[in-house]
């Protein structure tokens, strides 16, 4: 590189001040600008970098040039005229950078919104429905939690109660508590709930003190709601996981709705939890932790009972409902995806004038193209997955990376005419109950149908005001959805997820069923829920099963209900316990990705080799290198090393040690996953 003095800029633009910037890449280091505009810590700026020009964060700021022997270039332009974040919110991404393994700017452009043309907004127009709901009586199990939530300026909370228990209630009423303190509150929901019941309370009550981040916000309107909350002009934030980023002072309270969700675990990097990074935040801060959920994740369960986590239990329906009745049928020997029963009972909901949901964990029309000739799949060119029929689009697509091929009407191996598809999606669950169902008005609800009519609201408010008889669909049907007029909900087939190579696939498909169970029956006493299955004697669908059903004698009863979710946690800890799987360890996840097979494998080699080296003494085992479950995506070979440790702090050390001297070959990729929630 050329070596130039410094202070070689020209004319007006004298440098005034000079900058280090972290930018969104993977490099763990800042750069030295100078600045012919007074800067400030936190603002953005754009700067030249190899060529192109990049928005960087500014971390520190300083008056004279800093001793350097390189040429140090002037910023291009300063975005922000505020700062958008303060010294202690730095010590935060600082936090999440190591503990991810990330860079400090793919950190802070994580958790800071990016717009840019932020003055052409102002404020958000939320819908003004600012009148105030008629406040419930809490009951007494409400109100006593609430109690044993507010009494303490601190600490960790679970709120475990069954489906309709009122947890939302609770969760408004701290809040609302926490507010009248004078702390600010971040409340947390999956992203669906934000579209529901839970955005519309908020507003309601809290009006424009919320900041309601739902993701149809524009990147400059979350900048405008950004500013908002740093100003303190909005001291309760509800947004999905991104917001417990949200930049508060004086947090006393952090809200974790549906704690066993996936969803709270980011994708990209930083691959953060953002239950950790609240707990984080609340220690930091002496704020109160209050996760709930009537399907606790084995880590929160185990926590629970072990007593790093305060329990408190809800234990009863309140909108008048109680738990529905639960029958498992088994698929085995039926034709198509409608079991007799199950066609029977959404029948007889529509005479009666009830609604009902189907709930089917798997998008499309068939699952597999296959050959009965010769057992040939139609698998994608890309990925070592199976292509899925849309029949709408009239093409196998792709879930993992969007190929999509021409449906075959012979094999492509054998020539045989002898192939047919197996199994079904939503798209011919659909089409099938509107073959059988010819007189119910029928809508379906998943990403395909929501991205090809946008209408995901106006779906469930035609649902919501009994426009529509049954509604069909994925997750987005299961999820924090509450209406008044279900009263039957079918699960099409309970065993989607559970022969994935996951040792938290029983847990998930338990939690599924609870949950999707969980919509039916919440304001009457005829709920009724009907699992379809080919594993009937499975654990997590017998368990789910119980767990989600009433008492046969006394549907008011949640006592067995309760006997059986017990007994489900009880077994699953102990099969964890016996192969040392998380809670009982703690897991690091490196995944290596790359065009070239001989490359990839060669690199995970070589850090297994040395991850062996360096942990050697410490609790640890490395298991791999293997090939990931999903082999292959999007052309790219995929490996990994998984870190199964007692010692999280010894083997963190280690690894960033080793990632501080080896560097994967040119064309092959690392993922690092600390605390990994998928395998695959
Ligand atoms: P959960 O989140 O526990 O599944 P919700 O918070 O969705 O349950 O509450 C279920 C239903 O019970 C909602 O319709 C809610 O309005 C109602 N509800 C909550 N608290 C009370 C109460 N104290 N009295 C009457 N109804 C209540
Ligand atoms: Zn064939
Ligand atoms: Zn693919």
């Not at 972290?22 to 953005?44: K, Q």
């Not at 717009?115 to 404020?123: A, H, K, T």
């Not at 010769?374 to 029949?391: P, T």
């Not at 292959?632 to 990994?640: D, E, F, K």
Request: net charge positive; with cysteine; hydrophobic share 40%.
């Amino acid at each position: 590189m050329r070596k130039t003095a410094a202070k070689k800029t020209q004319g007006p633009s004298l440098p005034v001040c000079y900058a280090e910037i972290v930018f969104n890449i993977p490099a763990d280091r800042s750069f030295t600008y100078s600045s012919a505009e007074p800067l400030s810590l936190g603002c953005r700026v754009l700067a030249p970098f190899h060529g192109r020009t990049l928005a960087g964060f500014v971390i520190a700021v300083r008056e004279s040039a800093p001793p350097a022997d390189f040429e140090i270039k002037s910023l291009r332009r300063v975005i922000d005229t505020q700062p958008l974040f303060d010294a202690a919110y730095l010590d935060l991404a600082r936090w999440v950078a190591s503990m991810y393994f990330a860079s400090l700017g793919e950190s802070l452009s994580a958790m800071i919104p990016g717009g840019r043309r932020e003055s052409e907004v102002s404020g958000i127009a939320v819908d003004q429905e600012d009148v105030a709901e008629s406040p419930l009586n809490l009951s007494e199990e409400q109100n006593q939690a609430v109690e044993a939530i507010l009494g303490s300026p601190g600490g960790m909370s679970y709120l475990f109660g069954i489906t309709g228990s009122g947890k939302t209630e609770v969760f408004l009423r701290a809040a609302a508590g926490t507010l009248a303190e004078g702390r600010s509150v971040i409340y947390l929901v999956p992203e669906i709930a934000l579209s529901g019941q839970v955005a519309r309370a908020i507003r309601g009550r809290f009006g424009k003190g919320a900041a309601v981040l739902h993701s149809r916000l524009s990147p400059s309107q979350r900048l405008a709601e950004w500013r908002r909350i740093m100003r303190g002009e909005a001291r309760l934030v509800v947004g999905a996981r991104s917001a417990v980023f949200a930049p508060l002072a004086d947090l006393g309270l952090v809200i974790l709705d549906e704690e066993h969700e996936g969803s709270y675990k980011s994708g990209a990097s930083p691959r953060y939890h953002a239950r950790q990074v609240a707990m984080r935040r609340c220690s930091l801060c002496g704020a109160r932790l209050v996760m709930g959920s009537a399907t606790p994740s084995a880590e929160a369960f185990h926590l629970m009972r072990s007593g790093g986590l305060r329990e408190i239990r809800l234990s009863r329906r309140l909108a008048g409902g109680c738990l529905p009745r639960v029958e498992v049928v088994d698929l085995a020997g039926q034709d198509g995806a409608f079991s007799p029963r199950l066609r029977n009972a959404v029948l007889a909901e529509w005479k009666a004038g009830r609604q009902s949901i189907l709930f089917l964990n798997r998008r499309g029309f068939s699952h597999l193209f296959h050959c009965n000739s010769c057992g040939y799949e139609m698998k994608c060119k890309n990925c070592s997955v199976g292509l899925i029929y849309h029949k709408k689009r009239g093409r196998m697509v792709c879930h993992y990376c969007g190929y999509t091929a021409r449906l075959p009407d012979v094999c492509p191996e054998c020539g045989s005419l002898d192939v047919g598809f197996f199994g079904f999606g939503t798209e011919k669950i659909e089409e099938e109950a509107r073959r059988i169902f010819p007189e119910l008005r029928i809508a379906r609800l998943d990403t395909d149908a929501v991205r090809a009519r946008g209408n995901l609201e106006q779906t469930l408010a035609d649902f919501r005001e009994g426009r529509i008889d049954l509604l069909l669909g994925t997750q987005m049907v299961a999820k924090g959805l509450n209406f008044r007029g279900v009263s039957l909900v079918g699960i099409v087939l309970a065993d989607t997820g559970l022969h994935l190579p996951d040792f938290r696939s029983l847990e998930r498909t338990f939690a599924l069923i609870v949950q999707v169970a969980g919509r039916a029956g919440r304001f009457c006493e005829c709920g009724r829920v009907i699992v379809q299955t080919y594993a009937p004697d499975n654990a997590a669908i017998r368990g789910a099963a119980a767990a989600a059903g009433a008492d046969a004698e006394n549907p008011s009863d949640t006592a067995s209900g309760t006997a059986a979710m017990e007994d489900f946690y009880r077994s699953e800890l102990e099969m964890r316990k016996a192969l040392m799987f998380p809670p009982f360890s703690r897991l690091f996840r490196l995944v290596f990705r790359g065009k070239a097979l001989d490359g990839v494998s060669a690199a995970a080699a070589q850090y297994a080799g040395a991850l062996q080296e360096r942990l050697a003494g410490l609790p640890a085992s490395v298991l791999g290198p293997c090939e990931c479950p999903l082999s292959v995506i999007a052309g790219n070979h995929r490996h990994q090393i998984l870190v199964r440790t007692t010692a999280f702090g010894g083997v963190h050390a280690g690894l960033k040690q080793i990632l501080g001297g080896l560097k994967p070959p040119h064309g092959v990729y690392l993922e690092i996953d600390v605390d990994p929630v998928g395998l695959l």
